[in-house]
């Protein structure tokens, strides 16, 4: 299993443009979460998805934008970048089972605005 | 909501020594995860506790869930253990809540 995959490693935005970032897992999770990571600080987070059709807003979602179609994917929308955007972010999936709700994380998107 | 606070903010370890992480919560949890994020910046799953003891290795962790703390130990630490130890919480709202981390230096 390749678990959570994240695209792209890196990305840099002007003021105003948009982009997608893409997360999928194999793991047949339904639950999915999108995070973000400023320098110094813990995760915080963005939307999460308890099942395909089903998103919620988490804790900072404002300028972003997320849509789960199937159980292995959750894309990411960020519309008109601007600088407080830059930061890393991570994708995450949990199921449920012996492991309860542990979360396994991707290996995170390094964004950038300018 | 939560809050969760991990002490201390920063360690320098000479490799070979132990420590002890601590990680408080201000209430009940249903979970709690104790993570590495490495110097390249991944996110690697150290344990899922959300209470009594595990152990992995060099690593092990307790939580008392009754008392609303989390211990993680490293022993015998190496300059592979250097990073970031984040402790986080998920309260039953869907959201992992994270602590700011210890940063862990380990020199030769």
């Known amino acids: 299993n390749a678990g959570v995959t994240q695209t792209p490693k890196f990305r840099i935005l002007k003021i105003g443009q948009s982009m997608t970032l893409q997360c999928a897992q194999d793991?047949?999770?339904?639950?999915m979460y999108w995070y973000r990571q400023d320098p110094g600080m813990g995760l915080k987070l963005i939307y999460y998805?308890?099942?395909?059709?089903?998103?919620d807003k988490g804790e900072v979602p404002n300028g972003y934008n997320v849509s789960r179609s199937t159980t292995e994917d959750f894309p990411l929308r960020l519309e008109l970048a601007a600088p407080s955007q830059t930061s890393v972010y991570f994708c995450?999936?949990?199921?449920?089972?012996?492991?309860?709700?542990?979360?396994?994380f991707g290996p995170g998107t390094r964004l950038t605005v300018l | 909501g939560i809050q969760v606070e991990q002490s201390p903010p920063d360690l320098i370890l000479q490799e070979g020594a132990n420590s002890t992480l601590r990680c408080n919560f201000s209430?009940?949890?249903?979970?709690l995860q104790w993570f590495h994020q490495n110097p390249w910046g991944q996110l690697i799953n150290l344990f899922y506790?959300?209470?009594g003891t595990k152990q992995n290795g060099r690593l092990s962790a307790t939580t008392v869930a009754t008392e609303r703390y989390s211990l993680l130990y490293i022993s015998s630490s190496q300059t592979t253990d250097s990073g970031v130890y984040f402790c986080?919480?998920?309260?039953?709202?869907?959201?992992?809540?994270f602590g700011k981390g210890t940063k862990l230096s380990v020199i030769p």
């Open positions: 995450a999936s949990a199921g449920t089972g012996t492991s309860g709700n542990e979360q396994f």
């Open positions: 793991m047949n999770h339904n639950y």
């Open positions: 998805s308890v099942g395909a059709g089903i998103t």
């Open positions: 209430d009940s949890v249903n979970n």
């Open positions: 506790i959300p209470s």
């Open positions: 986080a919480v998920f309260s039953g709202s869907y959201q992992l809540t």
